[in-house]
């Protein structure tokens, strides 16, 4: 499984973004889903996760009511929608991915097969 994520930019505080990720080379609608991120200095952090069905999703703390998960198995695509970013949001954002039963999510990181390259989120006035 490939995948490669797109959408992170340089937003001012109080903005938003849409981050995708693109998934290619197996079943893509019988994975589970995750979004972490990873800011300089610190480790790598559970975001958000969905199931393959998409009816289930998780959020950490930090970022709910804020961001929103959503996939489109039709395009093999999984998003994060990203709201009120503050810049404490800034990090490099990886999604990742696992094969899993229908309405199971992953929030641990050790528990994910693969992994993308990342994209950079910055938020800042």
């Known amino acids: 499984v490939q995948l490669v994520e797109s959408g992170g930019a340089m937003v001012q505080p109080g903005g938003s973004l849409r981050l995708s990720c693109a998934a290619s080379g197996r079943t893509f609608s019988s994975y589970a889903m995750g979004w972490f991120r990873q800011a300089p200095g610190k480790e790598r952090e559970f975001v958000a996760a969905i199931s393959w069905s998409g009816g289930s999703t998780a959020y950490a703390d930090s970022v709910k009511g804020r961001f929103t998960i959503s996939r489109d198995n039709a395009k093999n695509t999984v998003y994060l929608q990203m709201n009120s970013l503050k810049p404490e949001d800034t990090a490099l954002y990886y999604c990742?991915?696992?094969?899993?039963?229908?309405?199971?999510?992953?929030?641990?990181?050790?528990?994910?097969?693969?992994w993308g390259q990342g994209t950079q989120v910055t938020v800042s006035s």
């Open positions: 990742a991915t696992t094969p899993s039963p229908k309405n199971t999510i992953v929030v641990v990181t050790t528990l994910y097969d693969y």
